[in-house]
């Protein structure tokens, strides 16, 4: 079952007048001298029964004796029926025995059926003979739409004002002129009472083309602006308006090849609705449409012409073929890799280290010339192996650079490969890895395909083969969409996926906010739990929507979910007094009928929050005829959807309304334990109780003294995968009562990771961390927290070396702690600290390769002391 989209898009109208398919044409009778009585027979000449014509035939046929004038019928329907879907020409008062249309008919590629009707002052007859002859369409590989004259255009004047004009500066070089396109910020917004208008533009081309033998749009395209929508639209041969979007790559210079198979009917606004056919063999205009191109903007387009899509197969990827690109031309980031093609060109190996003696220093990459369009679908489809040392560790990268030069990364573990080692990876699944352009993911046109590797040091070899693309409905994978509602009403708590592509063949997601991506999130979890899952979406567009299905079960009577909402705030000055924005949450649950209810929670909370909602404040929300309606209960339930929406534009700062969109991407709203449950009534609240300051001493947070915790109660985990991590509660301590945190480690091998989620109150506020600490004399040890702050995470390390194997208390100020990952410029400091999420230890040493073992206790975070602090004592303790 598909999930409903939550879409809204708002447009215009664009009222054309209404034109049947059926011609019917008469000439004025002639004034005569009548003749009357008998008519002879008579028959047709020609065309002749059958005939072959590119152009209308003249019709000819015998003189009538006692005729004075005759009429002349066509039809493309043998019994000469004038339904709208039939081409009908009738001809009265000719007076001569041969008549020649003054217009091509409107139908080609099929036959049409003649005849002759002989009449007089009171009789008439009609011919012996009935007439069929063939009107064959004279095809074209390509026809050009000339784009040299501007007068040929015309801006909509419903909607915002823009100029249309050519440049002969062959911006594209193709050697051909450009019609270009310009609007600024305050035509695209004219205020209350004008929404419906604001960042719409349509500019018009009413020329009539004929378009047999093509079958798609070929042009030369270029954006640069706010993230607005286009379209290129056409009026075919019965009005109806026919449109396909244009995947912008904002300040790039795009090829465009749109097949008419693409186009869809637009049913909104009162335009005109006939057969729900596109008929583009003939053609009433074309135009370009912008929507929501909100600001200053200018779009030029060059070389528009319809085309044989066959004749521009070379442009597209459908499977990558290795052996056709030039291994010459490969690049190398970091790393020059070893690299073979196979013969047939279905596999492509990169190996290292490429030399004896050298060595890769932790990650790299191989980067492949692509430069096409990739073919319809929506996934990435192939083989992936690896053989190496290090395969517990090593993480494959695939990186791919579209037009604008944005950079988009997949990453799959080595460990978590299937065994047959086949991938099916939505586009969606990959992530934005370095802005250059306008950080939508087009997927449309490939610079560069790069593959690579991280985590390695040592040696290895991946292997890819048969990469191509492919639709994820119709790539096999069963039960798509499809997941299961357990005995305690769970639908997802998000911890038995392999990794977050499997997200992608349970939970469906659309593809209007142009910001839809699902990841599972370690870090950002709550409490114990292993993971989250981490929906996105852009502000100021329609929904990100994400929705599952499943089988429904009695005995539940509401809907409960953890979700914590991190958007970011837009840093735009329109916008810095607006407050938080925090995301809107549409909730949809579907039923097994088909039937829709609705309940939206305007502004989710910036916190881990446990939502539940009853049954009972659910609204209808359908439409139309149902041919079984059902109740609103826990077994009839077939799904849920979750869409994220945040609009700038539109609402009002200080009396004023915001004048436009902001457009901001990456908001992140992170889910957890998504389950139908029983209540009374609808509420929120806290999943979990939060770290507060200590009553007597307001700057200092206690964390753990681990004197009251059991093995069951302990809010540590393993995060690593080893097979000699160890987690322990110990009664060694520094004080010789209570107890402390046992870990075990390996030496000479990869960090052990234990972690320990951190929910702080926003009244904490720390300088500094504080623990006591006992090694064995040769472990290193990391401190590791991490935070996240306007939707991205950081990291910040602190690294003590050979610690000691006698009780020490460390008091370190953030100022100590460096940096390991973000991107921004946010410090570790006590503004952040109701931010962090996570605190992780790591321990390993380069000195054996033992088992041996670190303690841990009195973790605090401490805001009487200052940022550069740095101490370690002595505290003495006891075996």
Not at 62 to 84: F, H, K, M, R, V
Not at 128 to 152: C, P, Q
Not at 205 to 223: H, L, S, T
Request: aromatic share 14%; with cysteine; glycine share 8%.
């Amino acid at each position: 079952m598909i999930i409903k989209r939550l879409a809204t898009i708002i447009v215009l109208c664009l009222f054309m007048p209404l034109c049947f398919s059926c011609e019917k044409t008469e000439e004025a009778n002639v004034s005569l001298s009548r003749k009357s009585g008998e008519i002879g027979a008579f028959s047709l000449v020609s065309p002749t029964d059958g005939a072959e014509f590119t152009q209308v035939p003249e019709f000819v046929w015998q003189e009538a004796p006692g005729a004075d004038s005759y009429t002349l019928e066509i039809c493309s329907s043998e019994n000469y029926s004038q339904a709208e879907d039939k081409v009908y020409v009738k001809k009265t008062g000719i007076v001569s025995t041969a008549y020649r249309l003054g217009a091509n008919l409107k139908d080609k590629n099929e036959f049409y059926y003649w005849k002759v009707t002989a009449v007089n002052a009171d009789r008439s007859r009609v011919c012996e003979n009935g007439g069929r002859f063939y009107y064959k369409a004279e095809t074209s590989e390509e026809i050009e739409i000339d784009l040299s004259f501007a007068d040929e255009w015309s801006v909509h004047e419903l909607g915002s004002e823009a100029t249309v004009s050519v440049d002969n500066s062959d911006f594209f070089g193709n050697g051909k002129p450009s019609l270009t396109v310009s609007f600024v910020e305050e035509n695209t917004n004219k205020g209350p009472g004008n929404e419906e208008s604001d960042g719409w533009i349509v500019i018009t081309n009413p020329k009539e083309f004929e378009m047999y033998g093509v079958d798609a749009f070929y042009f030369n395209f270029y954006y640069s602006g706010n993230d607005a929508e286009v379209f290129i639209r056409v009026i075919d041969d019965d009005n109806e308006y026919w449109n396909a979007p244009v995947k912008l790559a904002n300040n790039a210079k795009q090829t465009v090849i749109i097949r008419f198979d693409d186009f869809t009917l637009r049913t909104k606004g009162g335009t005109t609705i006939a057969n729900r056919v596109f008929d583009y063999n003939h053609i009433k205009g074309v135009e370009f449409v912008y929507e929501k191109s909100f600001g200053d903007g200018v779009t030029y387009i060059s070389d528009l012409k319809a085309v044989r899509f066959d004749n521009y197969g070379h442009l597209f990827i459908d499977k990558l073929d290795f052996s056709q690109t030039d291994e010459s031309s490969y690049t190398f980031d970091s790393y020059r890799f070893s690299t073979a093609v196979s013969e047939d060109g279905r596999e492509f190996t990169y190996s290292y280290p490429n030399a004896a003696g050298d060595r890769i220093n932790g990650y790299g990459f191989v980067r492949v010339p692509i430069n096409k369009l990739l073919a319809d679908g929506d996934s990435f489809s192939f083989g992936l192996s690896y053989e190496g040392s290090e395969a517990n560790n090593a993480t494959i990268l695939i990186r791919l650079i579209e037009e604008d030069g944005d950079r988009w990364v997949y990453r799959q573990k080595v460990k978590e490969l299937p065994p047959e080692g086949r991938l099916v990876v939505p586009f969606a699944a990959f992530t934005l890895s370095e802005y250059r352009g306008d950080g939508s993911r087009q997927f449309y046109y490939i610079q560069q395909f790069q593959y690579g590797i991280e985590g390695v040091y040592g040696r290895g070899t991946v292997k890819v083969s048969d990469f191509g693309v492919c639709s994820l409905a119709h790539s096999g994978i069963e039960n798509l969409y499809v997941g299961t509602l357990s005995p305690d009403g769970t639908i997802d708590s998000f911890n038995d996926y392999a990794n977050s592509v499997n997200m992608y063949y349970v939970w469906q997601n659309s593809l209007s906010n142009k910001d839809e991506s699902m990841t599972l999130d370690s870090v950002n979890s709550y409490g114990r739990n292993n993971v989250c899952a981490k929906f996105t979406y852009k502000s100021d567009m329609g929904p990100a929507t994400y929705g599952v299905m499943f089988e429904g079960r009695e005995g539940f009577n509401a809907l409960k979910f953890w979700a914590m909402d991190k958007s970011v705030k837009s840093s735009g000055a329109a916008y810095v007094n607006s407050g938080s924005a925090n995301a809107t949450l549409i909730i949809a649950l579907y039923l097994s009928s088909g039937e829709e209810y609705r309940y939206v929670i305007n502004g989710l909370s910036s916190e881990w929050t446990s939502y539940v909602v009853s049954f009972e404040d659910f609204t209808y929300a359908s439409t139309g005829f149902f041919a079984e309606s059902l109740p609103l209960a826990s077994e009839n339930v077939a799904g849920v959807a979750f869409g994220l929406q945040y609009y700038y534009y539109g609402s009002y700062l200080s009396g004023q309304a915001v004048p436009y969109p902001a457009y901001t991407p990456s908001n992140a709203v992170y889910f957890d334990n998504i389950m139908l449950t029983s209540a009374d009534e609808s509420s929120s609240g806290d999943v979990g109780e939060k770290l507060m300051p200590d009553e007597n001493d307001p700057n200092m947070c206690p964390v753990d003294d681990f004197d009251s915790l059991t093995a069951a109660t302990l809010p540590y985990v393993i995060a690593g995968t080893d097979d000699y991590s160890s987690l322990a509660l110990s009664e060694d301590t520094a004080s010789g009562n209570g107890q402390s945190l046992k870990l075990g480690y390996k030496g000479n091998s990869p960090s052990v990771s234990y972690a320990r989620e951190l929910d702080f109150d926003a009244s904490v506020s720390a300088k500094a961390v504080r623990f006591k600490l006992k090694g064995d004399g040769k472990a290193t040890v990391y401190i590791n927290i991490f935070f996240v702050h306007a939707g991205s995470t950081y990291k910040y390390r602190v690294t003590l070396s050979n610690v000691s194997d006698e009780w020490c208390e460390y008091v370190i100020g953030f100022d100590n702690f460096e940096k390991v990952e973000g991107t921004g410029s946010v410090v570790l400091s006590k503004t952040v600290v109701p931010e962090i999420t996570e605190m992780t230890i790591g321990v390993t040493n380069g000195a054996d390769g033992e088992i041996s073992y670190v303690y841990f206790d009195d973790l605090a975070f401490d805001g009487n002391v200052g940022y550069k602090t740095f101490t370690v004592t002595e505290t003495g303790g006891e075996e």
